[in-house]
């Protein structure tokens, strides 16, 4: 239940025990192996008063996906790409470090791929689907576009949390928006000529 600021104090900090408790379980576990019944255990409450406002683990999962990507949508929601791609690129970094680590977890792990994967569909369609040189493309350079920026972002990512986040983030986005942008923009360079 996405709040809306009018709630009762009591149903406010319900569905706040509610998504720290799920925050905690995506930390220590695959989504896959998380219940409800544990989840209603760090949250103190039963089952029936979870039930009341999710009807599964996957509308909880929903409401997390949805939150993520409207904080990162609209940091970027004024940006033209693929104009601003660094600058798109640059929030997503920035975005991604403000987080938790429920975020990190769902972000680099493996198991956590399908949520991702809805993310960040979520997010190109916000942001790519707003460019005209982008929309003139055919699909199957859409796709392997997209591939291209969104691999090489999240794996510049990941690589710098699984290495402990030593590097300064600064650096990193540097680096990561030298090597897209270089592809990106020779992309669309070559496919004016």
């Avoid at 799920?22 to 039930?51: G, M, P, Q, S």
């Avoid at 693929?82 to 991604?96: C, D, H, I, M, T």
């Avoid at 942001?127 to 350079?141: F, T």
Wanted: net charge negative; hydrophobic share 35%.
């Amino acid at each position: 239940m996405i709040l809306s600021g009018h709630e009762d104090l009591r149903v406010v900090k319900t569905i706040r025990g509610i998504k720290s408790a799920f925050e905690t379980l995506i930390v220590k576990k695959d989504y896959e192996k998380i219940t409800v019944r544990e989840l209603c255990d760090i949250a103190r409450i039963n089952k029936k008063t979870f039930y009341h406002y999710y009807d599964t683990l996957d509308a909880l999962l929903a409401e997390l996906q949805t939150e993520l990507s409207a904080g990162y949508l609209e940091r970027i929601r004024d940006c033209s790409l693929p104009e601003e791609l660094g600058k798109v690129n640059r929030e997503f970094f920035l975005y991604s470090a403000a987080q938790g680590p429920a975020y990190e977890k769902i972000t680099c792990s493996g198991t956590y791929h399908a949520i991702r994967d809805e993310m960040v569909a979520e997010v190109n369609d916000a942001g790519w689907g707003r460019s005209p040189q982008y929309r003139a493309l055919p699909e199957d350079e859409k796709k392997l576009l997209m591939g291209f920026v969104n691999n090489a972002v999240l794996s510049a990512y990941r690589q710098w949390v699984e290495d402990g986040k030593k590097r300064p983030l600064e650096d990193v986005i540097g680096l990561t928006n030298r090597l897209v942008l270089g592809g990106v923009n020779g992309y669309f360079g070559n496919a004016r000529e």
